[in-house]
């Protein structure tokens, strides 16, 4: 295990740029590529994005070229839930809760945010975001301020924005979704279940009903997911009690495909299947998203109930256990995380 370390204050809090109505078919921004790692981070409370930037874990550790900074987002995006980073475009993609609508922003050269473009305020209570080739896709989970209707929405990202294309409604509680390839996988909120909507976009608008279900053995209430094809692990998050900072999980399968497919619909991935971590050395209360970097085999943690929210990243575990975490950051509120690996 690594010793946790913490690195000083964090940098200063950025202005942010306003541009939504420009048009953006001459795009000639970069990102700037300055380091082989950024991870990014919303708040269900901050109004900010952290952004954690460095070329490996030992940087950080050792507050060497490293840099955590909270930038600021939109006016009334307080509440953020999702975030992706669309490598194509060099953009990262928000879904605001407090904005309900899809928000695009670059990353100045001065360190600040620019608001790109926006979709419309279609959704209310988004959860996650991700995309599938050049559409977006957002998860909204029902709540009483839309008649308790778990939707998805397809937005195609376009030269001049963010457009709606189709909706769609399910019969289960969402929250984390992931697109690889052409499919789209979900988890089922408030279930120990996992789904798969196989070519997800070739679905007209209306209810979509998923290829195949599974449950998790052990997972008590699964939130976060991500799938590496490069190394065919699946990761997810086990919240458990909403109300405990300290009994979450994270579960790894691994050889995924052959796992899933092994599996009838309906049927049960067993705990033999799984390396679950948890305990109170790993911080995890209610780790609500996750994401992964393949090529360090890092595990990226959105922690929201823990110390009041954090970024915790772990070594891949290779066996059960409770193991601390190599990086704990505090992120208020921390509600998505998403890392790019250069």
Not at 47 to 76: H, Q
Not at 175 to 199: C, P, Q, R, Y
Not at 276 to 303: C, F, W
């Amino acid at each position: 295990m690594k010793k946790l370390f913490r690195l000083g204050a964090l940098l200063g809090i950025a202005a942010i740029t306003f541009s939504s109505c420009k048009k953006d078919d001459d795009f000639n921004f970069h990102l700037p590529i300055n380091k082989q790692i950024e991870a990014y981070v919303t708040s269900n409370t901050a109004g900010k994005l952290a952004i954690l930037s460095m070329d490996d874990l030992y940087d950080l550790l050792t507050g060497k070229d490293a840099t955590f900074e909270m930038k600021s987002l939109a006016p009334g995006s307080t509440d953020t839930e999702g975030v992706h980073y669309n490598k194509e475009r060099n953009e990262l993609i928000i879904a605001s809760r407090g904005n309900n609508r899809v928000e695009v922003y670059q990353k100045l050269v001065n360190g600040t945010l620019e608001l790109k473009t926006t979709s419309e305020r279609n959704f209310t209570n988004a959860r996650d975001v991700t995309m599938i080739g050049n559409m977006i896709i957002v998860a909204q989970q029902g709540s009483a301020a839309n008649n308790n209707m778990n939707m998805l929405y397809a937005y195609e990202r376009t030269p001049s924005g963010v457009r709606l294309q189709k909706t769609y409604s399910v019969d289960f509680n969402l929250w984390g979704i992931h697109g690889e390839g052409m499919d789209l996988w979900a988890v089922v909120d408030n279930t120990s279940d996992i789904v798969m909507f196989k070519d997800f976009l070739t679905n007209p608008s209306g209810m979509v009903m998923p290829t195949k279900r599974v449950t998790v053995e052990g997972i008590v209430r699964t939130h976060g997911l991500v799938y590496s094809k490069h190394d065919d692990k699946m990761i997810l998050t086990d919240v458990a009690a909403a109300t405990s900072d300290s009994d979450g999980a994270i579960s790894v399968i691994n050889n995924f495909t052959s796992v899933w497919s092994s599996v009838a619909n309906g049927g049960t991935i067993g705990a033999g299947s799984q390396i679950r971590i948890a305990g109170p050395n790993t911080m995890l209360g209610n780790p609500v998203q996750v994401s992964y970097d393949m090529k360090k085999k890092h595990i990226y943690v959105a922690e929201r109930a823990n110390g009041g929210g954090r970024l915790l990243v772990f070594e891949m575990p290779t066996s059960n256990g409770d193991p601390k975490p190599a990086v704990s950051k505090n992120v208020p509120g921390a509600s998505d995380v998403y890392v790019e690996v250069r």
